[in-house]
């Protein structure tokens, strides 16, 4: 069974980075047969596609955030990553990390609550 | 961009009851449109993809139509189970629709 887990601080200052990490299980990274996706909502709100990373590193994002947005891969650990720089309030969010089947997201994790405050 | 529009908001609505949500896309995405049940505090749930095709596992109440910029969810009997809110999705940005609620009459 795949199974996505979200890791990475809960609380962020503003103007700083967000980071989170998705670990993989059930499935590898390095098959290349998948896209590993990133996704966001805030509170009471909708869902949000942040970008997306493949096993060779290659990425893409959604143009709103592409200024802040940095995804890795780390194929040896089987996991992926999201930076997301100079953060504000507007940025707290539940953030979720999913697989890819074509242009749909098949495996989800559970979700990150991250929030931005002094 | 392609924008995408569902309704209702918010959907009133008793067990067994045939329901049905609209989305609609600003442009021609042919048949590339997914539907999601997020239940509070979960991840969403891939139900539907390429407009039509039912996810593994997923109950066979569930059902979707459409292709062009219209595209219906369609669930035959309500179940208890399926109080949620439903989010269309198409493949150009994996943009969502802004999602629709179904709550309890």
């Known amino acids: 069974q795949v199974q996505l887990q979200e890791s990475g601080p809960g609380l962020v200052k503003p103007s700083q980075t967000l980071s989170l990490t998705c670990a993989v299980s059930g499935d590898s990274i390095s098959s290349g047969t998948h896209y590993w996706s990133w996704i966001r909502q805030p509170a009471g709100k909708g869902l949000e596609w942040i970008g997306r990373t493949y096993s060779s590193g290659s990425t893409k994002y959604n143009p709103s955030l592409r200024s802040r947005v940095t995804m890795s891969v780390d194929t040896s650990k089987n996991q992926f990553s999201l930076n997301l720089s100079s953060v504000t309030a507007a940025d707290t969010a539940v953030y979720y990390c999913?697989?890819?089947?074509?242009?749909?997201?098949?495996?989800w994790g559970q979700g990150a609550l991250v929030t931005v405050s002094s | 961009d392609i924008q995408m529009t569902q309704s209702p908001s918010t959907l009133s609505a008793s067990v067994g009851d045939r329901v049905t949500i609209t989305c609609r896309a600003s442009e021609n995405i042919n048949y590339w449109l997914a539907w999601y049940q997020q239940k509070a505090g979960k991840a969403p749930k891939l139900l539907i993809y390429?407009?039509?095709s039912l996810e593994s596992g997923v109950p066979s109440r569930f059902s979707g139509s459409g292709s062009g910029t219209e595209f219906t969810l369609t669930i035959s009997s309500l179940q208890p189970d399926d109080f949620a809110t439903y989010y269309c999705q198409q493949y150009d940005r994996w943009t969502f629709g802004q999602g629709t609620k179904i709550e309890v009459k």
């Open positions: 390429a407009a039509s």
């Open positions: 999913a697989r890819m089947r074509g242009y749909v997201f098949d495996y």
